[in-house]
């Protein structure tokens, strides 16, 4: 007999009420079908995700740890890697897995990079050079692998500065980072002179294009002028991009890719001496979930190079009416340049995060950043048909705010506080308030 908060349920339930309990449990979740929230979910139409689902499903019990006993998901996941090195113009040297996520092929490309240096270079205390603006995994890879992340400030057009970087460069580092584009600002950072820097010191060279990968190729064919960043850049030595970006596939589904082989063996886990048999896992996870590689197979094939420029005009089209309107906005700037759809916007003349609560009053979920306050915006085709609405309400929210009327209550009381604390007060704050998510059953 249990005493926790909640026990199994002695008897079960019918089938049709199992689901009717978890429709109801998922009312207030945000409502990203209709667009109102820019970020978390890549919705593309009802027509790719009744694809994505039935190939998901046909594979939900397979296992891509073993890809003896399924030679479908082997085959999947070469070709998916295949078709995305060829995409970064890897040439046919490039190789890489798929992995579960932007974070997993990050934290991967720093462990390879660990390993690497530690056979090639015999660096004992590695450490790597990161622009403040790379994704958080590169900070947890840097936590669970030992590898000292060091910080270089970006310059005023938000992406990374290569002076700085290079300032930051000793006998231990062994990587440098840049990203294409990186989260916060939606910024490409000079990937040749990142590379260039990493060729000159003998460094591996990561691009970050998890949110960019599958989406820069295709902006660039319509005429869009992006800058080099993947394997046509010499010096680059791995890539990461996620197919549940802008890939449209399902969740669980990135790939790391690397220049070539000889790299990509530091990545790998084997151990022979188990009693279990020999074991061999490609990256973090042990089972790895065969409907999330067979999907993303699924959806290349379905969406080809003819769905995916398709969706990124209606994607690169939207953008543009959400950038213009907002510049449109008295009191809202657009940060830097953005290269393509992820972007933000500061207030010249109030508080930006009450305007994220006016908005969000307003039904509207927009994720708050810090350092300096913005607000952010992730645009997917789910975004094409409210454009005119969330403009219209964000040209009135800022209005009243310019007027000097208060905001609904929201998070800008917390922000303004979190804004002031000390990092480790602030640690501890985030500590608390994870512990409190997971703490007990809502
Ligand atoms: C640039 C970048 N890299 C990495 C990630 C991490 O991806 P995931 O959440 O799939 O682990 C993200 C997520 O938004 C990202 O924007």
Same mark, same amino acid.
């Given at each position: ?45 009802? *027509? ?7 190939? #998901? ?67 004992? *205390? ?17 936590? #669970?692998? /030992? ?44 990937? *040749? ?19 960019? /990968? ?56 084997? #151990? ?171």
């Amino acid at each position: 007999m249990s005493h926790g908060t909640m026990s199994v349920p002695h008897k079960g339930l019918a089938h049709d009420e199992v689901l009717q309990r978890m429709k109801e449990m998922r009312s207030e979740d945000a409502r990203w079908k209709e667009g109102k929230t820019f970020s978390l979910v890549y919705y593309a139409g009802e *027509e790719i995700s009744a694809l994505v689902k039935d190939a #998901y499903t046909m594979f939900m019990a397979e296992n891509g740890l073993s890809p003896l006993a399924f030679n479908s998901l082997r085959r999947f996941e070469t070709e998916v890697v295949a078709m995305a090195a060829d995409l970064f113009h890897g040439g046919t040297e490039a190789a890489g897995t798929m992995t579960s996520g932007g974070s997993e092929s990050i934290l991967m490309a720093v462990k390879t990079a660990r390993d690497w240096a530690r056979a090639e270079r015999g660096v004992t *205390e590695p450490e790597m050079v990161l622009p403040i603006t790379v994704h958080p995994a590169f900070e947890k890879a840097a936590h #669970y692998f /030992g590898v000292k992340a060091v910080h270089a400030p970006i310059g005023r057009d938000f992406r990374a500065d290569v002076d700085e970087m290079e300032k930051r460069i000793t006998d231990r580092t062994i990587l440098v980072v840049g990203s294409a584009p990186a989260y916060p600002h939606g910024a490409i950072d000079p990937i *040749e002179e990142i590379a260039a820097l990493a060729k000159r010191r003998g460094l591996l060279c990561h691009v970050d294009a998890c949110v960019g /990968g599958f989406l820069l190729p295709w902006a660039k064919r319509l005429g869009y002028p992006i800058p080099k960043w993947d394997f046509e850049v010499d010096g680059v030595t791995s890539i990461s991009a996620d197919l549940h970006k802008y890939g449209f596939a399902a969740k669980g589904a990135s790939v790391l890719v690397f220049r070539n082989a000889a790299l990509r063996r530091h990545q790998f886990f084997t #151990y022979g001496e188990w009693p279990g048999g020999l074991y061999a896992s490609p990256s973090m996870t042990g089972t790895r979930p065969g409907g999330a590689i067979a999907a993303a197979w699924a959806v290349m094939h379905f969406l080809g190079e003819e769905g995916y420029l398709k969706l990124a005009r209606q994607i690169l089209d939207t953008t543009r009416t959400f950038r213009e309107g907002i510049a449109a906005i008295p009191g809202l700037r657009i940060c830097g340049e953005p290269a393509m759809s992820v972007f933000a916007f500061e207030a010249t003349d109030f508080d930006v995060y009450a305007l994220g609560d006016a908005m969000e009053a307003k039904g509207w979920k927009l994720d708050r950043q810090q350092r300096p306050p913005t607000l952010h915006l992730m645009i997917t085709p789910a975004h094409a048909l409210i454009a005119d609405q969330f403009l219209a309400d964000l040209r009135a929210c800022a209005a009243s705010l310019q007027r000097g009327e208060p905001a609904p209550e929201g998070s800008a009381a917390m922000y303004g506080m979190a804004g002031a604390m000390p990092a480790e007060a602030l640690d501890g704050f985030l500590l608390d308030f994870i512990d409190g998510l997971y703490g007990t059953p809502a």
